[in-house]
């Protein structure tokens, strides 16, 4: 028996095994009921008393061995083997720590949508523009006050452009009518940093070329825009207004209310709060493009995205838009 005990002992004396096949073979081998250490159990019951002296320690102390041997492979190949087969790829994530989209993009995201439904196309342009884009050809005159209405950041002979108009020209010069455009993104102003301002904000532009555009047809599209984005049932209203670029122009203001603290504070107590400045093109803009203006007509309209933001989640300070602060950001996780 000794001699079993010994032989048992060399056949498994460094252990390794390459799968849990091969590990349950050693398992069936030694330690199964019909295993050998088993048949050697049966042997040693039978042995006389001083024999089993003798084998007792030196069998116990195997089997120990072999049974954690065992123990610990199979522990090793569960592991293994239970990261392969529990993994249940169509179990929904831990969604906690995901980012989420920043409240100007989720609110530029749902103007886009509007219009898209609405037959607008979207296009965007450079943040860095020449005088002519930003200025020239939207009937800025060289010496127009203007100019001075727009305080603008000067690189050089370039501008970091003052509004998403430059857009407008962008697209006229590249496109034939009829062009129907939103034209979102980041502009900048050279204004005096408060909660209400900053120097760098976002607009879209909207942009409608075509025979026989109308008036009528700007205030149609901005009304329905209007009842998708703050609701069914919101009052606008229109005041007349100047740009150079259209003709005539107006501001378009919606009913906000006076309800709530930052309600008065947005609308300066009015409940009125200005979003847009719209008009028809100005025939010199279409001119600037090579469209003819006899033929062609459009309307144009450009937005803060920004104030629209600050009134939909109640946000009352426009430097909070851009603190990234992860206290902020994380309110919009899912929206
Ligand atoms: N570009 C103007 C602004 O920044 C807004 C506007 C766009 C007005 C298009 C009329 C037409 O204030």
Sequence with gaps: MLEEIEKIEKETVSPDFADAAALEQFRLTY????????????????????????????????KSRLEEVFRVFKEKFSADSGSAQTFDTTLPINASHFGSSH???????????????LGFDIADGPEIEDDRHNFGALNFAED??????QDTFFIGNHVLRTHTSSVQIREMEKRTPPIRLVMP?????????SARSNCFFHQIEGLYIDKDVSFADLKQTL?????????EGTQVRFRSSYFPFTEPSAEMDIWAGTDTEEKRRLTKGTGWLEVLGCGMVHPNVLKACNIDPEVYQGYAFGMGIDRITMLKYGISDIRDLFHNDI?????????
């Design 103 to 117: 409240p100007l993009k989720i609110v530029e995201n749902a103007l886009c949508d509007i219009f898209y439904s």
């Design 144 to 149: 127009h006050p203007a100019r001075d209405m």
């Design 327 to 335: 206290r902020l950001l994380s309110q919009f996780s899912g929206v």
């Design 223 to 231: 009304y329905y825009f209007v009842q998708q984005f703050f609701g």
């Design 31 to 62: 330690l199964s009921s019909k295993g050998r250490i088993q048949v050697l159990m049966d042997a040693f019951k039978n042995l006389p008393g001083v024999e089993k002296k003798a084998v007792g320690k030196p069998l116990n102390a195997l």
């Design 185 to 193: 993104g980041r502009v900048y102003r050279n204004e005096a940093i």
